[in-house]
């Protein structure tokens, strides 16, 4: 998925836009057994011009999930 974030007040300082950045979310999901599934995702955040100030690196993260119905 992608999505964009925003602040809802007006832009401080010397910003110009309410403009936070974009995220984009890539999962995916495994049924190992009945009663137990795998999830896994990776996502990325890149600033808007705006909002990243002096470090301009995208930020990026991973999960992992097991989940068991009992």
Not at 39 to 61: A, N, V, Y
């Amino acid at each position: 998925t992608m999505e964009e974030y925003f602040i809802l007040t007006e832009p401080i300082g010397d910003n110009t836009s309410n403009a936070v950045g974009s995220e984009i979310d890539f999962t995916t999901k495994y049924n190992i057994y009945e009663n137990l599934d795998a999830q896994g995702g990776l996502s990325i955040f890149f600033p808007s011009d705006d909002w990243q100030g002096d470090d301009s690196d995208t930020g990026t993260w991973f999960y992992f999930m097991l989940t068991a119905g009992l």
